[in-house]
T-cell receptor, first 112, second 117 residues
Framework: SQKIEQNSEALNIQEGKTATLTCNYT??????LQWYRQDPGRGPVFLLL?????KEKRKERLKVTFDTTLKQSLFHITASQPADSATYLCARSNSGYSTLTFGKGTMLLVSP | GAVVSQHPSWVICKSGTSVKIECRSLDFQATTMFWYRQFPKQSLMLMAT?????????EQGVEKDKFLINHASLTLSTLTVTSAHPEDSSFYIC?????????????FGNGTRLTVT
């Protein structure tokens, strides 16, 4: 089966530092990976999508990488703020026609 | 941007009763909507894919007679949990794909917290 694995332990960092979250996948590379933010009791909100043939994607303070050799995606938030505290979900899809498979998410806590 | 509205945001019901959850796409048409369930500290698990005008496609292990899905229009899908039991208590979230094509991201509702007593 195709799995998405994210670190279940919460990541605690200080405001202003760069947060780096990891997403590992099994089996063959997905066509693309997506990252979502989820706040408690709320639905996920889309952040970034990166395709298999892309190594890096940026959006404001966010950066996502896709390493098909390591079977891994890294999600970075630079100059982190307490408002960035949330759970971040990684999801894979094998094609536009297939459904998304989500990881359990990693909770990020940014302290002032 | 694409907005998905889900109602109710929370519901408490007695064991054996049925509960209906609505999912609406407010500013776009969604031929396909997805229903997920999320238990505490667990990942979103896809329950079924709801297709406008046709039968839903259920994931393995999801009882279609227990979780009734109706997608009667391009902007509304409903999930009815029939004969609910305490083990059905969970966070149910619907989503729809935006208009940007098959690889466009999903837009999620804010979920429905179901508690069965």
């Amino acid at each position: 089966s195709q799995k998405i694995e994210q670190n279940s332990e919460a990541l605690n960092i200080q405001e202003g530092k760069t947060a780096t979250l990891t997403c590992n996948y099994t089996n063959y590379s997905p066509a693309y990976l997506q990252w979502y933010r989820q706040d408690p009791g709320r639905g996920p909100v889309f952040l970034l999508l990166i395709r298999e043939n892309e190594k890096e994607k940026r959006k404001e303070r966010l950066k996502v990488t896709f390493d098909t050799t390591l079977k891994q995606s890294l999600f970075h938030i630079t100059a982190s703020q307490p408002a960035d505290s949330a759970t971040y979900l990684c999801a894979r899809s094998n094609s536009g026609y297939s459904t998304l498979t989500f990881g359990k998410g990693t909770m990020l806590l940014v302290s002032p | 941007g694409a907005v998905v509205s889900q109602h109710p945001s929370w519901v408490i019901c007695k064991s054996g009763t049925s509960v209906k959850i609505e999912c609406r796409s407010l500013d776009f048409q969604a031929t396909t909507m997805f229903w997920y369930r999320q238990f505490p500290k667990q990942s979103l698990m896809l329950m079924a894919t709801s297709n406008e005008g046709s039968k839903a496609t259920y994931e393995q292990g999801v009882e279609k007679d227990k979780f009734l899905i109706n997608h009667a229009s391009l902007t509304l899908s409903t999930l009815t949990v029939t004969s609910a039991h305490p083990e059905d208590s969970s966070f149910y979230i619907c989503s729809a794909r935006g208009a940007g094509g098959l690889d466009s991201p999903l837009h999620f509702g804010n979920g429905t917290r179901l508690t069965v007593t």
